[in-house]
């Protein structure tokens, strides 16, 4: 619920079993709307990894995109490549962050440049050779 973005669908489990395991590293990159402010401590906590209960997480990247002391609410960028169960919302809650929407604009380096909400497309050959590098 609540979360919205790209997504993979495909029958070869060869090919996403090397684009979702993280020994393969490959990131994931999304963009998060949370309730209130972030700290610098707690986006330094989520770089260097959090416990989310059964594991630490890996290194990730972060951005603040923008804080809005209207509706208090902050947007971040995550770049991941474990990519576990719901991992980026145990990241925040851990650090009792309430996550109103999540987006993933990125798989690799295939992104949704050009796709509206609900469209999708078949992935280019040069994107299927990207993502199998690893």
């Known amino acids: 619920m609540y979360t919205s973005g790209a997504l993979i669908l495909t029958d070869d489990g060869d090919f996403i079993y090397k684009i979702t395991h993280p020994k393969h590293e490959i990131t994931k990159t999304y963009n998060v709307t949370i309730k209130g402010e972030i700290s610098a401590g707690e986006v330094e906590k989520l770089k260097n990894g959090v416990d989310i209960g059964a594991f630490v997480t890996s290194k990730a990247n972060v951005r603040i995109l923008k804080y809005d002391p209207e509706t208090k609410k902050t947007r971040i960028e995550i770049t991941i490549h474990e990519g576990k169960n719901r991992q980026v919302r145990k990241m925040l809650?851990?650090?009792?962050?309430?996550?109103?929407?999540?987006?993933?604009?990125?798989?690799?380096?295939?992104?949704?440049?050009?796709?509206?909400?609900?469209?999708?497309?078949?992935?280019?050959?040069?994107?299927?050779?990207?993502?199998?590098?690893?």
């Open 93 to 134: 809650e851990a650090l009792d962050k309430s996550v109103l929407a999540l987006h993933r604009s990125k798989i690799g380096n295939m992104d949704l440049q050009g796709l509206k909400l609900g469209q999708w497309r078949y992935l280019k050959a040069n994107e299927v050779k990207s993502l199998l590098r690893n």
